[in-house]
């Protein structure tokens, strides 16, 4: 079945860590790819976004994410992560041109 | 003000009533949509909408009805609620389908 595929569910961290939040997806063809970000009682917001063009892709806070098309990735990337980045993450798809289907989320927290 | 606004915040019904959740936007996007956020099991599209009159269902659409008679609100209907439907609901609008979408604060619904 097509999916989203966000591999670790649960991530604990220390402050100043660097972090990698894997995500998979299983569409063919071209897709829209994004992070969001849910801070704790708060609604999703957009981290980030690849549409074409350079496959390194920079967002808010000092994220970034790199699209392999290869590996059908797009991995999420900080080098140096805050006790504010606590929070959950969500990778997301947009396989057509109609609607965008989300991982099941990664839950960060981080150690101050 | 501009934006998406979700009614109500917090809802308790009982097992068999109907309810309706409320979305509006104010952006004129035409596209619209509703997730339902469930712990382990990340955020799975219920219903979207790509523009006023035209719907159509998503991941787990059973149980739930959707209408979009204007391009500004997109209401969900539970007609006979049960306990698993116990969620926070999302309702998101983007201006195409495959782009950036925007969420609204959520509705957490709980079916006793």
């Known amino acids: 079945a097509q999916s989203v595929s966000q591999h670790n569910h649960h991530v604990i961290l220390s402050e100043a860590a660097s972090l990698e939040l894997g995500c998979n997806y299983s569409y063919g063809g071209t897709v829209n790819l994004f992070w969001y970000v849910q801070y704790p009682g708060q609604h999703l917001q957009l981290l980030l976004k690849?549409?074409?063009?350079?496959?390194l892709v920079k967002g808010i806070k000092g994220f970034e994410a790199e699209f392999i098309k290869s590996k059908f990735s797009f991995n999420l990337r900080k080098p140096s992560v805050q006790w504010s980045d606590t929070a959950e993450y969500f990778c997301?798809?947009?396989?057509?041109?109609?609607?965008?289907?989300f991982g099941k989320g990664t839950r960060l927290h981080i150690l101050p | 003000d501009a934006g998406i606004t979700q009614s109500p915040r917090y809802k308790i019904t009982e097992t068999g009533r109907q309810v309706t959740l409320m979305c509006h936007q104010t952006?004129?996007?035409?596209?619209m949509f509703w997730y339902r956020q469930d712990l382990g099991h990340g955020l799975r599209l219920i219903y979207y909408?790509?523009?006023?009159?035209?719907?159509d269902k998503g991941e787990v659409p059973d149980g739930y009805v959707v209408s979009r008679s204007k391009t500004e609100n997109f209401p969900l209907t539970l007609e006979s609620a049960t306990r698993s439907q116990t969620s926070v609901y999302f309702c998101?609008?983007?201006?195409?389908?495959?782009?950036?979408?925007?969420f609204g604060q959520g509705t957490r619904l709980t079916v006793v």
């Open positions: 952006w004129s996007h035409s596209y």
């Open positions: 909408s790509a523009a006023a009159d035209i719907t």
């Open positions: 998101a609008s983007s201006n195409t389908g495959n782009t950036e979408a925007f």
């Open positions: 690849y549409f074409s063009g350079d496959p």
């Open positions: 997301a798809v947009s396989p057509g041109d109609d609607k965008i289907i």
